[in-house]
């Protein structure tokens, strides 16, 4: 393998870190590895959503055939397997089939490849260590990427990071625990995220400040099987730490009718 990677020239259109400007032939790109790009990478990889971030790719790309930074990481070899030389074959009909176009293939099929759902994450959580904010945001996106494609550990590592976090003290706060919440939500039918989100309640006074994340919790908490989080509701409804607005939302949740609401005495 070392070998054939010392075979490929040392251009950005063979980093594994290039991704095609547009999803029309072109030998522009933009560099994954720039962390402009780190909230947009799972509109792009996945479903290939260019207009997420049209004005920052405009403004970012560059021709692929320049000679390629310090951070080149060679793509690994890609077997033309029939379904890859079928898409040779239709760009060759069409007389589409340049340097170009079977570059992007090849991306694009080295891309599908990779088995995200094993793929490490030590990487980046070393950043979430890091006490850099910008780093710490970058791996928070990197890790919810690899959520969204279905990384286990990726799930349960970030659940643990947020379980540990102080409770929120200011809107900065808040706004990073939604970020780091949001990216949890793609599991939202494991208990690990029913007890980040319990945990969060009982530990989080609730004022001004705190109001946007404990709507939030609320918010992802209706798009939970109710078997998931039945007994922590009916469990907080008679703790009077919570308010009676918010005991009122967990009678929502819990579908009860007034006239079963005196069971519980506030």
Request: net charge negative.
């Given at each position: 393998?070392?070998?054939?990677?010392?075979?490929?020239?040392?251009?950005?259109?063979?980093?594994?870190?290039?991704?095609?400007?547009?999803?029309?032939?072109?030998?522009?790109?933009?560099?994954?590895?720039?962390?402009?790009?780190?909230?947009?990478?799972?509109?792009?990889?996945?479903?290939?959503?260019?207009?997420?971030?049209?004005?920052?790719?405009?403004?970012?790309?560059?021709?692929?055939?320049?000679?390629?930074?310090?951070?080149?990481?060679?793509?690994?070899?890609?077997?033309?397997?029939?379904?890859?030389?079928e898409k040779i074959s239709e760009l060759?009909?069409?007389?589409?089939?340049?340097p170009e176009s079977l570059k992007e293939?090849?991306?694009?099929?080295?891309?599908?490849?990779?088995?995200?759902?094993?793929?490490?994450?030590?990487?980046?959580?070393?950043?979430?260590?890091?006490?850099?904010?910008?780093?710490?945001?970058?791996?928070?996106?990197?890790?919810?990427?690899?959520?969204?494609?279905?990384?286990?550990?990726?799930?349960?590592?970030?659940?643990?990071?947020?379980?540990?976090?102080?409770?929120?003290?200011?809107?900065?706060?808040?706004?990073?625990?939604?970020?780091?919440?949001?990216?949890?939500?793609?599991?939202?039918?494991?208990?690990?995220?029913?007890?980040?989100?319990?945990?969060?309640?009982?530990?989080?006074?609730?004022?001004?400040t705190t109001r946007s994340l404990i709507?939030?919790?609320?918010?992802?908490?209706?798009?939970?099987?109710?078997?998931?989080?039945?007994?922590?509701?009916?469990?907080?409804?008679?703790?009077?730490?919570?308010?009676?607005?918010?005991?009122?939302?967990?009678?929502?949740?819990?579908?009860?009718?007034?006239?079963?609401?005196?069971?519980?005495?506030?």
């Amino acid at each position: 393998m070392n070998d054939e990677k010392e075979e490929l020239e040392r251009l950005c259109f063979n980093c594994s870190s290039f991704f095609p400007a547009s999803n029309f032939l072109t030998e522009y790109g933009i560099c994954l590895m720039d962390e402009s790009f780190e909230p947009y990478i799972e509109e792009l990889l996945e479903k290939s959503n260019y207009d997420c971030c049209r004005g920052l790719i405009d403004k970012s790309k560059f021709d692929g055939n320049r000679t390629a930074c310090e951070d080149f990481e060679p793509l690994e070899s890609v077997e033309i397997d029939d379904e890859i030389a079928e898409k040779i074959s239709e760009l060759e009909k069409n007389n589409k089939l340049t340097p170009e176009s079977l570059k992007e293939l090849l991306v694009e099929a080295a891309f599908e490849k990779v088995d995200w759902k094993n793929h490490p994450i030590e990487p980046y959580m070393e950043l979430l260590q890091s006490g850099n904010q910008k780093n710490i945001i970058s791996g928070i996106n990197s890790i919810g990427g690899l959520i969204g494609m279905g990384n286990d550990n990726a799930f349960i590592s970030l659940s643990d990071y947020y379980k540990k976090l102080p409770p929120a003290k200011s809107l900065e706060d808040v706004y990073f625990k939604i970020n780091v919440l949001r990216k949890l939500e793609y599991k939202n039918n494991r208990k690990e995220l029913v007890d980040c989100l319990v945990d969060e309640l009982y530990k989080t006074p609730s004022n001004n400040t705190t109001r946007s994340l404990i709507l939030e919790i609320f918010k992802i908490m209706k798009s939970i099987p109710i078997d998931l989080i039945k007994d922590e509701l009916e469990k907080m409804l008679k703790d009077k730490r919570f308010s009676y607005r918010l005991k009122e939302k967990m009678k929502a949740m819990l579908g009860y009718h007034k006239d079963k609401w005196e069971f519980y005495a506030f």
